[in-house]
């Protein structure tokens, strides 16, 4: 199958990107794949020497942008399928007429959604939507013994007698980070791995460091030592714009096999039931109360259970089967329409 993927694919410790990233590599073992970036448009000579049987938009916020250029590009590929994965889609119904009307003149093939929030949307507006959440590199996040954490701990010189919690994301106020200040305690060592890529709350920066927070900026090729080295992970975000509605750092710590302290965000409700270390919070006090109760080992943790159907191979296995389907009704389509011309 040749497929053309559309979106952003720099560096992968930002959500969408490193979603697009995956997407791709996964599916160039199998299929013949061209990635083009979003705001670098391919020239159309090059696009139709390609001739694409799907294209794929891999984007975060649903503008109207992106809805522009998924319909230009299925006219110009004669009319193949085409499709929108929707990772951050912060959109509400009946808030932005000119939005939904762009959406029913221009609605793609498909919508590939998560929550159920989104979805509800997306059908308001006329659009045919099917659910299809990220993946996670199981291998590459796996838990690890007690030595290995230790030994991990010295490389990055981390206190082997702290309990250390971790959170994946950029500095901004909008994810709720300071909360983090809060947890940051004599029995505690905080470690924040934020990305140099997206710019930073400076005042909020400061707040971490003074209160013993160890905030790394740099990327990190390794980033599951990270993971590995860490006792517990906090995902205190509710805010839509801040996060893709299924958080990726989430899917890797519970890869690692730590326990998860969450809001109930975007479509985590939808695919992860609550137990067995994975632990939906509504507000602070009950952050600090799931903390305690993992410090005090009250939690049997099994959240890399819950997490292994998530495999990238296992969501590239759906993918396919979705391009598969709209292929077949498309082919169906022109050969109806052609014995329908037979007839005039």
Wanted: charged share 25%.
């Amino acid at each position: 199958m040749k497929i053309c993927l559309v979106g952003h694919f720099g560096s992968l410790d930002e959500g969408v990107r490193n979603v697009a990233w995956h997407v791709y590599s996964e599916l160039s073992k199998k299929h013949h794949v061209m990635k083009v970036e979003i705001k670098k448009p391919i020239s159309y000579k090059k696009l139709l020497n390609f001739e694409p049987d799907v294209i794929h938009l891999i984007v975060g916020a649903s503008t109207s942008f992106v809805f522009v250029l998924a319909k230009a590009i299925s006219a110009l590929c004669a009319r193949r399928p085409i499709l929108v994965s929707a990772l951050q889609p912060v959109i509400s119904s009946g808030s932005q007429p000119f939005l939904e009307k762009l959406f029913r003149s221009m609605k793609p093939d498909l919508i590939l959604v998560q929550s159920t929030s989104s979805e509800k949307i997306f059908k308001s507006f006329g659009c045919r939507t099917e659910f299809l959440p990220n993946g996670v590199n199981i291998k590459r996040f796996a838990p690890v013994n007690l030595d290995v954490k230790q030994k991990l701990r010295a490389k990055y010189e981390i206190d082997n007698n702290k309990f250390v919690i971790l959170h994946v994301g950029a500095v901004k106020s909008g994810r709720n980070i300071r909360i983090l200040i809060e947890l940051q305690k004599k029995d505690n060592q905080v470690i924040l791995l934020g990305r140099k890529t997206t710019k930073c709350d400076m005042k909020i920066l400061q707040e971490l460091c003074r209160s013993g927070c160890i905030v790394l900026l740099d990327y990190i090729n390794t980033v599951e030592e990270i993971y590995q080295l860490s006792d517990c992970y906090v995902f205190p975000t509710s805010d839509p714009h801040h996060s893709i509605e299924i958080p990726l750092s989430i899917m890797e710590a519970m890869s690692c096999n730590l326990p998860v302290i969450s809001t109930k965000f975007g479509a985590l409700t939808r695919v992860f039931d609550e137990g067995d270390g994975l632990v939906f919070v509504e507000n602070v006090p009950d952050l600090f109360k799931a903390i305690e109760g993992i410090t005090n080992g009250c939690l049997e943790v099994k959240t890399r259970e819950k997490v292994l159907p998530y495999s990238w191979e296992n969501i590239i296995k759906g993918l396919e089967r979705i391009y598969e389907e709209l292929l077949r009704e498309k082919n169906k389509y022109r050969i109806w329409t052609g014995k329908l011309s037979l007839l005039y």
